[in-house]
T-cell receptor
Framework: QKEVEQNSGPLSVPEGAIASLNCTYS??????FFWYRQYSGKSPELIMF????GDKEDGRFTAQLNKASQYVSLLIRDSQPSDSATYLC???????????FGKGTHLIIQP | DVKVTQSSRYLVKRTGEKVFLECVQD?????MFWYRQDPGLGLRLIYF???????EKGDIPEGYSVSREKKERFSLILESASTNQTSMYLC????????????FGSGTQLSVL
């Protein structure tokens, strides 16, 4: 069973603080991990991907992967009101397959 | 920029009708996908295709079929629409096998009455 679990939120974070979003997955064969951002009424857009254990940084965003514990997280530093959105965690197993998405975490950055 | 175009933003159909949702991408992508998104259930994969005339079932293919006669076009077909197929349908494409940078269309909100 492919499952990707996220806390639905809402997660409220003050402007300028670090937002921490978490995701767990059930399939140990999963190989690639993605974070998509979806603004209300819009389509998802890819913001980060990670394949190897450890941290990957891109600007204010850091993705963290721990395959042994089967979790992936997204940190957003210096949070801005424009970061308010739903963040979708997605996982890909090996082979020909689409992405499995979590239900998303609704993040609110309070000015 | 990659553009994934879905033919309708809003669509209202009656139960039992045959419904066609069209998706066209303009960047010569190999892979195309159909998802539906429902509140509380998230994005769920219906069907995908890695090549012309090729299709693979996703997690929830029941009640749907697809067609990919040309590389740029991927159609989702509801053979006999039912009320539980009321949803937001999102088409996506990606460049090559193993590339998971999905580019999404703007979505079609389908209501089945």
């Amino acid at each position: 069973q492919k499952e990707v679990e996220q806390n639905s939120g809402p997660l409220s974070v003050p402007e300028g603080a670090i937002a921490s979003l978490n995701c767990t997955y059930s399939d140990r064969g999963s190989q690639s991990f993605f974070w998509y951002r979806q603004y209300s009424g819009k389509s998802p857009e890819l913001i980060m991907f990670i394949y190897s254990n450890g941290d990957k940084e891109d600007g204010r965003f850091t993705a963290q992967l721990n395959k042994a514990s089967q979790y992936v997280s997204l940190l957003i530093r210096d949070s801005q009101p424009s970061d308010s959105a739903t963040y979708l965690c997605a996982v890909k197993r090996g082979g020909a397959d689409g992405l499995t998405f979590g239900k998303g975490t609704h993040l609110i950055i309070q000015p | 920029d990659v553009k994934v175009t879905q033919s309708s933003r809003y669509l209202v159909k009656r139960t039992g009708e045959k419904v066609f949702l069209e998706c066209v991408q303009d960047m010569d992508h190999e892979n195309m996908f159909w998802y539906r998104q429902d509140p509380g259930l998230g994005l769920r994969l219906i069907y995908f295709s890695y090549d012309v005339k090729m299709k693979e079932k996703g997690d929830i293919p029941e009640g749907y079929s697809v067609s990919r006669e040309k590389k740029e076009r991927f159609s989702l077909i509801l053979e006999s629409a039912s009320t539980n197929q009321t949803s937001m349908y999102l088409c996506a494409s990606s460049r090559t096998f193993g590339s998971e940078k999905l580019f999404f269309g703007s979505g079609t909100q389908l209501s089945v009455l």
